[in-house]
């Protein structure tokens, strides 16, 4: 969210990351970004998770992703919009599969709109297999582009939903 390398209000970020305990991030007086503990625990149903989590008390909840959907997230979801709350799914580290071509925009550009197209096939109809999860919002990330000195070149190779997804998350 603009948060500069280091930043000791920063996450931790690695691919392999799966959050143990909850963790609070304030972004700024309006809004607190709040990572919840890992899902995949198969003694804790999505209702119960829902429950357990407090989740009926956020404004809008963000199911990150890597290149696959957790069946239990698109399941928590679901109950989630049922509730009226509103969630989207983000699909994270597109910088992973942008090997930059810095010397040509054009396909460089063309790349990463075939990655959003290919991603969008992908995960959409397996979304949408759950009715209340018809049309909801998916955006493309790239983490490079998260923080506040990213570069330019940076910003051109991998950037793709970033800016709109922070718009998302602090307009809720």
Same mark, same amino acid.
């Given at each position: 969210m603009g948060i500069a390398n280091g930043d000791p209000r920063a996450a931790f970020v690695d691919q392999y990351s799966e959050? /143990?305990?909850?963790?609070?991030? #304030?972004? %700024? #007086? /309006?809004?607190?970004?709040?990572?919840?503990?890992?899902?995949d625990r198969p003694e804790e149903t999505a209702k119960d998770y829902f429950r357990n989590h407090h989740l009926a008390d956020f404004n809008l909840l963000v199911f990150v992703t890597g290149q696959s959907m957790r069946k239990k997230d698109k399941e928590i979801a679901s109950i989630v919009r049922q509730k009226n709350i509103n969630c989207i799914f983000v699909r994270?580290?597109? %910088?992973? %599969?942008l090997r930059p071509i810095l010397d040509d925009l054009e396909e460089q550009k063309a790349k990463k709109q075939n990655l959003k197209k290919l991603g969008l096939e992908k995960y959409l109809p397996d979304i949408e297999k759950y009715s209340s999860l018809k049309g909801v919002e998916c955006y493309?990330?790239?983490?490079?582009?998260?923080? /506040?000195?990213?570069s330019a070149t940076n910003k051109r190779a991998f950037g793709l939903d970033e800016d709109k997804l922070k718009n998302t998350i602090l307009g809720c």
């Open positions: 959050s /143990k305990t909850e963790q609070e991030y #304030e972004v %700024d #007086e /309006k809004t607190l970004l709040v990572e919840l503990v890992h899902t994270s580290a597109c %910088d992973r %599969d493309f990330v790239s983490s490079c582009c998260f923080y /506040k000195n990213c």
